[in-house]
């Protein structure tokens, strides 16, 4: 694998509690990404980061919050998680922002919220 | 903004067949187009991208596609099915040099029978 890691892999958790995802990755890329993927929708992007402390919003990034205090670790935050949020989380990391790159991806956080 | 849709959320093939997982996009700009594979309980994995220059891009595995600006398509094809190839495939335009507009579709899951 490309170095890149999610913890937890599986996590079930009550509606209004907060959860924490950690992406690590070993590659030193610059820019990490956090995705969901439901049926029916593919991929949608959460968060991103650019940098050490650099982040910004996605498409769908309502009720998510994140934080890179170091370049390995990219954290995905619900703070108070909702049924909505139960879905699967993916990590992915790039060297560089242009499109030609493409991603690599984590396996996968399956993040069930009853 | 640039959008993907894949048509057909599941497609089934016999082994030796040819498998045909058709993309369109939308996009403003040139696009640049990927295709990308995700096995069960995996992330997802780039299979092959089209940024510039010749329009046929041949990937891993033995499968190709062809960009058609004209048909506003990027159709992902194998000349034979092997059973290895039963997987979820998702089709991603992003239509700047900025990775952080990529877009996602669906996805098409891939059945090979036997």
């Known amino acids: 694998d490309a170095g890149i890691t999610q913890s937890p892999r599986h996590k079930v958790t009550e509606t209004g509690t907060p959860v924490t995802l950690r992406c690590h990755q070993t590659?030193?890329?610059?820019?990490m990404y956090w995705y969901r993927q439901d049926p029916g929708h593919g991929l949608r992007l959460i968060h991103y980061?650019?940098?050490?402390?650099?982040?910004d919003k996605g498409e769908v990034s309502d009720g998510y919050s994140v934080s890179r205090s170091k370049t390995e670790d990219f954290l995905l935050t619900l703070e108070s998680a909702t049924s909505s949020q139960t879905s699967v989380y993916f990590c992915?990391?790039?060297?560089?922002?242009?499109?030609?790159?493409?991603?690599?991806f984590g396996s996968g956080t399956r993040l069930t919220v009853v | 903004a640039q959008s993907v849709t894949q048509l057909g959320s599941h497609v089934s093939v016999s082994e030796g067949a040819l498998v045909l997982l058709r993309c369109n996009y939308s996009?403003?700009?040139?696009?640049?187009l990927f295709w990308y594979v995700q096995y069960p309980n995996q992330g997802l994995q780039l299979l092959l991208k089209?940024?510039?220059?010749?329009?046929l891009v041949k990937g891993i595995n033995g499968f190709e596609a062809e960009f058609k600006k004209s048909e506003t398509s990027f159709h992902l094809t194998k000349p034979s099915a092997h059973m290895s190839d039963a997987a979820e495939y998702f089709c991603?335009?992003?239509?700047?040099?900025?990775?952080?507009?990529?877009?996602f579709g669906a996805g098409t899951r891939l059945t090979v029978k036997p």
């Open positions: 991603a335009v992003s239509a700047s040099r900025n990775n952080n507009d990529m877009r």
């Open positions: 992915a990391i790039s060297e560089l922002a242009l499109s030609s790159y493409g991603y690599t």
């Open positions: 590659e030193n890329h610059r820019y």
């Open positions: 996009s403003s700009v040139p696009p640049y």
């Open positions: 980061s650019y940098g050490v402390k650099d982040t």
């Open positions: 089209y940024t510039t220059g010749a329009t």
